[in-house]
C-alpha cells in the first residue's frame, strides 16, 4: 500500500535549520509530487510548497521563500524539507503528502507528521 | 484571516445531516476544484473529497460535496459518533500562488 513516513521530532534553537525526510513507497515513486504542510500547535493547516519528483522543480509558498528547499533523492525514493534561520512561530507538526501534477489541492495520502519544536 | 471562510464549529445528533460551508472568491474556488479533508484527533488529514464532488475509495458515501460559484460544501449524512473530527477546505488561489485552505470547521456529534 502506498505509506509515506517521515523522520523523528526535532528540537532546535532559534535561527537554526532543520531537514525533515518523508520516505515514499508502494507506487511508481516519479508519477506523483511531494507537497508539505505544516499545522502549528491548536491551528489549522498551511501549505508550504510543491516538488515534483520527475525534475526536481520545486514551488514554495511566497511567505516561505528564501528559508526553505525541498528536495528528492530517487535512489531512495525520499523528499527533505529543509527550513532555515528558524522561528519561533516555525513550531509545527511537518506533514508531506504524495500531490498530483496539476492538481493542486490534492493530497493523498499523507505521512505521520514530524513535531518541529523552535525554542531557546 | 484564511481566504477560505469556515464556520469555526458545527454539530449534530447521531443519524442527522450536517453540511458545512467554505467561502471563497473568483481567484480560488470560483476557479478551480475544492478539495476536504477530514483531521480526526491526534492523526493527519485524510482526504474526504476531491476535485468538487469525487470521493475517493473507501470514503463513505455518507460523504459528499459541492460547489455554486465560489462557495462549497461539504455534507455528512447519517451522522455517527466516528465523525467528530476537524474538516478542512482547500483550493488553489491564483492570486496567491499558494494552496490555501480554509480555517478549518470542528465538528462535534451530540
Known amino acids: 500500500q502506498v505509506q509515506l513516513v517521515q523522520s523523528g521530532p526535532e528540537v532546535k534553537k532559534p535561527g537554526a535549520s532543520v531537514k525533515v525526510s518523508c520516505k515514499t513507497s508502494?507506487?511508481?515513486?516519479?508519477?506523483?509530487?511531494i507537497d508539505w504542510v505544516r499545522q502549528a500547535p491548536g491551528q489549522g493547516l498551511e501549505w508550504m510548497g510543491w516538488i515534483s519528483t520527475l525534475d526536481a522543480t520545486a514551488v514554495y509558498a511566497p511567505k516561505l521563500q528564501g528559508r526553505v528547499t525541498m528536495t528528492i533523492d530517487t535512489s531512495t525514493t525520499t523528499v527533505y524539507l529543509e527550513l532555515r534561520s528558524l522561528r519561533f512561530d516555525d513550531t509545527a507538526t511537518y506533514y508531506c503528502a504524495r500531490g498530483g501534477y496539476g492538481d493542486s489541492g490534492w493530497f493523498d495520502p499523507w505521512g505521520q507528521g514530524t513535531l518541529v519544536t523552535v525554542s531557546s | 484571516q484564511s481566504v477560505l471562510t469556515q464556520p469555526p464549529s458545527a454539530s449534530g445528533t447521531p443519524g442527522q445531516r450536517v453540511i458545512i460551508s467554505c467561502s471563497g472568491s473568483?481567484?480560488?474556488?470560483?476557479?478551480?476544484?475544492v478539495y476536504w479533508y477530514q483531521q480526526l484527533p491526534g492523526t493527519a488529514p485524510k482526504l474526504l473529497i476531491y476535485?468538487?464532488?469525487q470521493r475517493p475509495s473507501g470514503v463513505p458515501d455518507r460523504f459528499s460535496g459541492s460547489k455554486s460559484g465560489t462557495s462549497a460544501s461539504l455534507a455528512i449524512s447519517g451522522l455517527r459518533s466516528e465523525d467528530e473530527a476537524d474538516y478542512y477546505c482547500?483550493?488553489?488561489?491564483?492570486?496567491?500562488?499558494?494552496?490555501?485552505f480554509g480555517g478549518g470547521t470542528k465538528l462535534t456529534v451530540l
Open positions: 482547500a483550493a488553489w488561489d491564483d492570486r496567491l500562488n499558494v494552496v490555501m
Open positions: 508502494g507506487y511508481k515513486f516519479n508519477t506523483y509530487g
Open positions: 473568483s481567484s480560488n474556488i470560483g476557479n478551480i476544484y
Open positions: 476535485r468538487d464532488d
